[in-house]
């Protein structure tokens, strides 16, 4: 069971967007994610007539480390870890480590 999923609110903890928060986008490779508004790059795409795209300068999330980020804990407003716990009837859930409530409801 991987600890950060698609969808997940996270914090940057490290790198240069150090503090932002954003939403997993996809998860590329068990240690890289995109996460939306951070890592943003400037990429410049050439037309294709045959798809109907115009040229220009493209801005797009590139994929940043899975150490660089933590799970945003909305009960203390801070990033924090995650641990398992057994519930009776789900098996094994992802918690918060500093308090202990359940992420996946």
Do not use: W
């Not at 490779?29 to 220009?56: A, S």
């Not at 945003?72 to 009776?88: L, M, S, W």
Request: aromatic share 2%; proline share 5%; hydrophobic share 30%.
């Amino acid at each position: 069971m991987s600890k950060i999923k698609k969808g997940d609110d996270v914090v940057v903890i490290a790198g240069k967007d150090k503090g932002k928060r954003g939403t997993v986008l996809r998860i590329m490779k068990p240690d890289l994610v995109v996460v939306e508004g951070v890592n943003r790059l400037k990429k410049h795409q050439r037309p294709n007539p045959n798809k109907g795209d115009t040229g220009g300068i493209v801005e797009m999330d590139s994929p940043i480390q899975v150490s660089n980020i933590a799970i945003y804990n909305p009960a203390t407003r801070k990033a924090d870890r995650i641990g398992f716990k057994t519930v009776e009837g789900k098996g094994k859930a992802r918690c918060f480590r500093s308090n202990g409530d359940l992420i996946d409801t």
